[in-house]
């Protein structure tokens, strides 16, 4: 099963959808460097090589969100959303 999951502001996962059946195969070259990207970014982040400096508060355009990373809690006034 694939699981497809946002985190809010506050942390909190949302199931977004379940897919039974997952693939990373391409049927167009769109798709293929959508899928590419995915996993390049998805191994930047995991970095299993360790070669991410240990203070970093991004890594790929994505912002850390522990060890200090930049998280804002902080909601903006007046403005009501659904999560």
């Known amino acids: 099963y694939g699981y497809d999951v946002m985190i809010d502001q506050d942390l909190k996962p949302w199931l977004i959808e379940v897919n039974a059946?997952?693939?990373l195969s391409a049927d167009t070259q769109?798709?293929?460097?959508l899928k590419v990207g995915l996993l390049e970014d998805?191994?930047?982040?995991?970095?299993?090589e360790k070669k991410n400096a240990?203070?970093?508060?991004q890594i790929g355009g994505f912002d850390l969100i522990y060890q200090g990373g930049p998280?804002?809690?902080e909601r903006p006034?007046?403005?009501?959303?659904f999560l």
């Open 71 to 73: 998280v804002k809690r």
């Open 42 to 48: 998805m191994l930047d982040v995991i970095d299993m």
């Open 54 to 57: 240990p203070n970093q508060e």
């Open 21 to 23: 059946s997952p693939s």
């Open 30 to 33: 769109a798709d293929h460097d």
């Open 77 to 81: 006034v007046g403005v009501s959303t």
